[in-house]
């Protein structure tokens, strides 16, 4: 049974770092492409980055809104997605979501989220 | 950026009855195209990929159709599980982006 469960939410203040997690289990980690998708509260659905599987070499895409703040990682030997968030804004508020990703990007597993709330 | 714009809003319907939900991008995306269900506090779930091909364990009530730029989700027989929020997806080309949403209730 696939599993993504994401971690390392909270309230952090404007300009802070934060990370995220993933653990991901029931399937080969490396064989798949791995996104970050998040939702700001009562909003819609925005895909912030984008990790491709071993076949691409890992290779990364970001949105504009999070190019050069955040970056995607992951831990092979874990299989743990990574996000790490610098200088954070309060636009960034929302629930980040992990997800995994076809190879012809649609996300068909989604784990139950972690809030990232920016004070300002 | 391809701009996802979906209709409507929201939307009411009676048990048992036939809706649908539109999605038109703002240039062709050769049926790149996804839609997703987000039960209240939830995180969604991947409905219909490529279109109008069926995620597994998906109801088949759920149907997906469209080319080019206008794409439609159709839901066949509402039932009181289908209460929740919609979105599209286009794959096609990076930055992937949504639509808006379209929130479905029961009348």
């Known amino acids: 049974e696939v599993k993504l469960l994401e971690s390392g939410g909270g309230l952090v203040q404007s300009g802070a770092s934060l990370r995220l997690s993933c653990v991901a289990s029931g399937f080969t980690f490396s064989d798949f492409f791995m996104d970050w998708v998040r939702q700001a509260p009562g909003k819609g659905l925005e895909w912030i980055a984008a990790?491709?599987?071993?076949?691409?070499?890992?290779?990364?895409v970001y949105s504009a809104s999070v190019n050069g703040r955040f970056t995607i990682s992951r831990d092979i030997s874990q299989s743990i997605l990574y996000l790490q968030m610098n200088t954070l804004k309060a636009e960034d508020t929302a629930t980040y979501y992990c997800v995994r990703a076809h190879p012809c990007w649609y996300f068909d597993f989604w784990g139950p989220g972690t809030m990232v709330t920016v004070s300002s | 950026d391809i701009q996802m714009t979906q209709s409507p809003a929201s939307l009411s319907a009676s048990l048992g009855e036939t809706v649908s939900i539109e999605c038109l991008a703002s240039?062709?995306?050769?049926?790149?195209l996804a839609w997703y269900q987000q039960k209240s506090g939830k995180s969604p779930q991947l409905l219909i990929y490529a279109a109008s091909r069926l995620q597994d364990g998906v109801p088949s009530q759920f149907s997906g159709s469209g080319s080019g730029t206008r794409y439609s989700l159709k839901i066949s027989g509402m039932q009181p599980e289908d209460e929740a929020d919609y979105f599209c997806?286009?794959?096609?080309?990076?930055?992937?982006?949504f639509g808006s949403g379209t929130k479905l209730e029961i009348k």
């Open positions: 997806e286009q794959s096609y080309k990076f930055p992937l982006t």
């Open positions: 990790s491709r599987n071993k076949a691409r070499d890992y290779s990364a």
């Open positions: 240039e062709g995306i050769s049926n790149s």
